[in-house]
């Protein structure tokens, strides 16, 4: 499992968190939550699906956390995204990536999961429906609120 | 505009990435025969305070036994007769 699913896990948090040390933190508390939960799992969903879910669930939880912390320190959300985004040594992006990504983290929590899942990760709507537990019209309705707001905010930056 | 970002991860991270989640289930103890029966030791402690505090409060606040003088004196004050008390002695042996 954990030959086959680290990396993609991996890059579908970090897409999800940006920095590449959070990613890291997040995939091994998703990885102890996977060996405590294996036992319980009743292959009601497809393996892909369940560490999918447990790992969109563990990134929005540490968003949230982000977020309040932000907000603690005074500091607005915007910035907070360009901050970790500057400080994460492990970027390469040239300044149209790096706008993207600060797009992509100005999105809601639900919305960013969604989007990335979609546009980086070009998962069917049908995967993230299961994945997410929300309808496929309701993604489909988020996806383009998402692209939208990227749009607007990468024109804005230019 | 590319649909990646790129990304980076410090050289041989995914190997040593591996490594470390592999060695998870190890290092997540398995829990103890006595950890597995906690629940159970817990509730069986719990009902016998439960007993014994009922028995203590029981002892303290019931109402002694009566003797055998204070009965008879009970039954010579009452309207009872002898022959009422013989028929229930009778009726009930």
């Not at chain 1, 993609?8 to 948090?13: A, V």
């Not at chain 1, 968190?17 to 036992?39: M, N, R, T, Y």
């Not at chain 1, 009743?42 to 309040?68: C, D, H, M, P, Y």
């Not at chain 2, 009452?78 to 042996?93: G, H, K, M, V």
Request: charged share 25%; aromatic share 10%; hydrophobic share 45%.
């Amino acid at each position: 499992m954990v030959c086959q699913y680290s990396e993609p896990l991996y890059w579908h948090i970090r897409a999800l968190v940006g920095s590449h040390e959070d990613a890291d933190d997040i995939l091994q508390e998703v990885f102890v939550k996977v060996w405590k939960a294996l036992p319980g799992f009743r292959g009601e969903s497809s393996i892909n699906t369940w560490l999918w879910r447990i790992a969109t669930n563990e990134a929005l939880s540490f968003l949230r956390k982000q977020k309040v912390r932000a907000a603690l320190s005074f500091s607005s959300i915007d910035a907070e995204a360009e901050r970790v985004l500057d400080s994460d040594p492990w970027f390469d992006g040239d300044e149209a990536q790096r706008k993207l990504a600060i797009a992509v983290a100005k999105l809601p929590d639900k919305q960013r999961a969604v989007f990335c899942m979609r546009y980086f990760e070009e998962l069917p709507y049908e995967e993230i429906s299961a994945i997410t537990g929300t309808s496929v019209g309701a993604l489909k309705a988020s996806y383009h609120q998402a692209t939208e707001k990227i749009k607007a905010s990468v024109e804005l930056a230019d | 505009m590319s649909k990646k970002i790129e990304y980076k991860v410090p050289d041989g991270y995914f190997e040593d990435l591996r490594t470390r989640l592999s060695a998870i289930p190890a290092q997540e103890k398995q829990p103890t025969r006595f950890q597995k029966f906690a629940p159970y030791l817990a509730l069986a402690a719990c009902f016998a305070v439960a007993v014994l505090a009922g028995n203590l409060i029981l002892s303290r606040t019931a109402m002694p036994a009566a003797s055998e003088d204070e009965i008879i004196e009970y039954l010579i004050n009452s309207d009872i007769t002898l022959a009422q008390i013989e028929d229930y002695l009778i009726s009930n042996n």
